[in-house]
Every structure is written in C-alpha cells, then in structure tokens.
T-cell receptor, first 113, second 117 residues
Framework: ELKVEQNPLFLSMQEGKNYTIYCNYSTTSDRLYWYRQDPGKSLESLFV?????AVKQEGRLMASLDTKARLSTLHITAAVHDLSATYFCAVDIGSGRDDKIIFGKGTRLHILP | EAQVTQNPRYLITVTGKKLTVTCSQNMNHEYMSWYRQDPGLGLRQIYY???????DKGDVPEGYKVSRKEKRNFPLILESPSPNQTSLYFC????????????????FGSGTRLTVV
C-alpha cells in the first residue's frame, strides 16, 4: 500500500526563519505535487515536480524531488506571515487506466509575526 | 476562466435522504476525481474517472456513486447518507499526459461542506 508521509504535521515558526517540510513516499514515482490550502479554502497548486533532481522555486518557497530516496522537500526561506497555511504533498502513481494521486496528511504551518 | 465548479458549497441533510453534489469543469479535462477531506486524515480519494463512461474506485468508495456521462460533468451521489459521511468534499480535474496525469496536476473545485445529521 502506498504511503505518503509528511513531516512535521504541524509547524509553528517565527517570521524570518528558514524551515523545511519533508514528504516521504513508499513506492516508485517520479511525479510529485505540492499544494497550499488556506483555512476554509480549496487547494492551490504550488509546484509540479516531474523528474529526479527537479527543483522549482517561487518566491520564498523551493521544492525539490529525489526519486531515489523517495523524498521531496519544501523549503521556506525567511518566512513571512502570509505563508501560514496547510501544505500538502501528493504523489502520482501508476499510469494509463490506474493513474491516481495520493495525498499526504498535510503540514499546518503557522508563522508568528 | 478555467475552473472546476462544485455545487452546493454547503449542505446539511438528514440520514438516508439521497443527495447529489455536482462537479463541472470547463477545461476539457479527461481526468476527474472526488476526494473527501477529514481532520487528521488529509485527502482521500473516493472515485475517479479517466474519461467518459470510465470510472474507478478510489480508497474510500463505500456509500458513494459517481457517473461520467459527459466529459465536463462528474457528479457524486450519496444514495443513503450517513453521519460518517459528514466531511469536506473536493472535486478535481486534470488533463492527461501520455504517461498519465503527471505533467499537469489537479485543478480543484471550491469544495462542498456536507453535514449529515
């Protein structure tokens, strides 16, 4: 059974600090996604990582994918309050008829001013 | 505007009363899926559809039905809702790359908060 585990599940941090959210998964995949969800809102796509070694950056967020280690990271640089949200990683498994995306449980990020 | 539209946004119903949550996308996406989101459990897939008339069970299909008669629509049907189906539901769609969803990821609807009493 595929497992997608995020670590930590909850993170409270000060503005200006750096931190990393980890996403481990238990089966072979080279396609991984990061989403952001604000309270009471839908999920917004942040990054699509499609190959080993892929790195993408948007503002203070940077995501990377290591398919050999089955690990993706979401790094936050100099956090600001606006980044407070829940972040989900999701792994794409299968292809053709059985394609599906499995989500982690989410990391709730709370950035203190 | 490219979007996935769910209706209703909020719904309170009683146990056993059949209901349908509608989902429509205007991006000509082949792939559509329903998820439920519960505290501490993340998003769990209920059903998905790779194209018209092709549907498959996800991880938590019990108590739900879906249909895909048209490419743009993917309704979620609860024939006899129960309180354990109280949840936040999301519809999502994606174009299909040659090797699957891969290159695109999902576009999500705004969500439907369902309460079954």
């Amino acid at each position: 059974e595929l497992k997608v585990e995020q670590n930590p599940l909850f993170l409270s941090m000060q503005e200006g600090k750096n931190y990393t959210i980890y996403c481990n998964y238990s089966t072979t995949s080279d396609r991984l996604y990061w989403y952001r969800q604000d309270p009471g809102k839908s999920l917004e796509s942040l990054f699509v990582l499609l190959s080993n070694g892929a790195v993408k950056q948007e503002g203070r967020l940077m995501a990377s994918l290591d398919t050999k280690a089955r690990l993706s990271t979401l790094h936050i640089t100099a956090a600001v309050h606006d980044l407070s949200a829940t972040y989900f990683c999701a792994v794409d498994i299968g292809s053709g008829r059985d394609d599906k995306i499995i989500f982690g449980k989410g990391t709730r990020l709370h950035i203190l001013p | 505007e490219a979007q996935v539209t769910q209706n209703p946004r909020y719904l309170i119903t009683v146990t056993g009363k059949k209901l349908t949550v509608t989902c429509s996308q205007n991006m000509n996406h082949e792939y559509m899926s329903w998820y439920r989101q519960d505290p501490g459990l993340g998003l769990r897939q209920i059903y998905y559809s790779m194209n018209v008339e092709v549907t498959d069970k996800g991880d938590v299909p019990e108590g739900y039905k879906v249909s895909r008669k048209e490419k743009r629509n993917f309704p979620l049907i609860l024939e006899s809702p129960s309180p354990n189906q109280t949840s936040l539901y999301f519809c999502a769609s994606s174009a299909l790359h040659i090797s699957g969803i891969g290159s695109y990821g999902y576009t999500f609807g705004s969500g439907t908060r369902l309460t079954v009493v």
